[in-house]
């Protein structure tokens, strides 16, 4: 993650229970190459000691407002002035209010007032408290300040109920925070992204599918996103977290990708196919489970449609990036594929090599446009999709330009 390198983060913790995944958060943004600094509030060193933040983030924990020692060695106002960005997490309902209402009582709310960096809260907090008209009218209020608001995500929470309030995993808020330092390039484009496989099904329990994990798609929805896009990313079944920031739409076949992409085509400025569409469907699914009474048998299949050619076909459509799995001849088939499908650009990787493709970790692509190319990678898949971004981004502003 390029854009944590050498990043200051003052993260501050309040006291949620959620403050002990906020040591692994330090780990985690520390491995992303940022400095961090922990302030902790009282309600905090109820849930974890400092000394575990002093261990983690390899930094004196900062947690009070009137130690003439603390103040001397870093004060409140060196600490506004050192940070980069500052993130609170969790963020409790009793954080969020105070900040607010500009409370200066601790301090954690001491330095958001007194800094001019970025201001991102992660809330943390039972379903109702979050659902509060009173939380609301805060977190509206923060929001309209210009506050990000990281979350909170859905599911189960420490006091056994079930619903909104959950802080994002430490990795989530690590992209999200990447996010507050992303480049520019692609500010107020909207990007539509297809990712993973679809399903076709054969009856209601068996169904044709294909390897795709859906992790470049998704790599490249992240990217986006830090370069300022705002990304809807059409999904096919795969098993992989909601990147920070994307809006995402799950389908399962070619027909329900297609219907979900001509939906939100005619907003996006910016398309890009790396969904491993089914090209064949069964003519007919059957209604009930087929049972084994022949020794062999055969499906009938029907051409799915072609989501990226159908786009790439509207007279007035956007900026159109597609993606090619080659075993031979990559450069040619992928150029002849760009030209035939009327693309402004295409990606292709070879397939069927170990460490490259699907469900590999790693990737890299040749990419083609009209008069030029380029390579990119070998290099984890995230990094393959920032550079493949960048040069997306440089393309369309070409185009935009011309
Ligand atoms: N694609 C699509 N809808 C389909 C099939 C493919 O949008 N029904 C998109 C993919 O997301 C990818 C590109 O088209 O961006 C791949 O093109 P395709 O012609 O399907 O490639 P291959 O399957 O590699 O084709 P071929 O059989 O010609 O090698």
């Known amino acids: 993650m390029a854009m944590l390198q050498g990043r ?67 004060g409140h106002i060196e600490l506004a002035r050192w940070a980069d960005a500052v993130l609170i997490a969790p963020a409790t309902a009793d954080a969020l209010a105070r900040l607010a209402h500009g409370l200066a009582d601790d301090l954690l709310t001491t330095i958001c007032l007194a800094t001019e960096a970025p201001l991102a809260v992660a809330p943390a907090m039972n379903r109702i408290m979050w659902a509060h008209p009173a939380t609301r009218a805060n977190v509206d209020q923060l929001r309209a300040r210009g506050v990000h ?10 006091c056994g109920e ?19 330092f992303g480049s520019s390039l692609l500010r107020g484009v909207s990007v539509l992204i297809t ?35 705002r990304v809807t990313l059409v999904a096919g079944p795969c098993n992989l977290p909601t990147p920070a920031g994307v809006e995402r739409v799950d389908v399962e076949t070619a027909e329900q990708m297609l219907e979900a992409v001509m939906a939100r085509v005619d907003a996006a400025q910016i398309f890009v196919a790396s969904a491993a569409v089914a090209d064949y469907r069964l003519a007919q699914v059957a209604a009930s489970k087929i049972k084994k009474s022949q020794d062999a048998m055969q499906l009938e299949l029907v051409r799915n449609p072609d989501i990226l050619g159908t ?17 031979d001849d990559m450069h040619a088939y992928a150029e002849d594929k760009r030209q035939r499908k009327g693309l402004d650009m295409i990606a292709a990787n070879w397939v069927g090599r170990p460490g490259t ?31 493949l971004v960048r040069l997306v981004a440089e393309r369309y502003s070409d185009t935009v330009q011309a």
């Open 357 to 387: 493709g699907f469900d590999a970790d790693d990737n890299s692509l040749e990419v083609l446009w009209e008069g030029g190319g380029a390579s990119l990678g070998p290099a984890p898949k995230l990094q393959v999709a920032e550079e």
């Open 149 to 158: 608001i990281f979350g909170p995500g859905a599911g189960d929470q420490a």
């Open 8 to 74: 200051r983060i003052l993260l501050g913790v309040t006291g949620g229970i959620a403050a002990y995944k906020s040591a692994d958060l330090v780990r985690r943004l520390k491995d992303a190459g940022a400095d961090v600094r922990v302030v902790m509030t009282r309600g905090a060193e109820e849930f974890v000691r400092p000394l575990t933040f002093q261990a983690v983030s390899g930094q004196p924990v900062h947690n009070s407002l009137l130690d003439p020692q603390a103040e001397a060695a870093m």
């Open 195 to 229: 990712a993973g496989p679809t399903r076709e099904p054969i009856d209601p329990v068996r169904y044709i599918t294909n390897r795709s994990s859906g992790k470049m798609g998704f790599a490249v929805a992240r990217a986006a996103v830090a370069a300022g896009a």
């Open 311 to 327: 786009v790439a076909g509207l007279q007035v459509g956007p900026f159109t990036v597609g993606f090619a799995a080659e075993t």
């Open 162 to 180: 079930v619903g909104a309030g959950r802080m994002l995993e430490p990795l989530e808020l690590v992209d999200a925070t990447a996010g507050l």
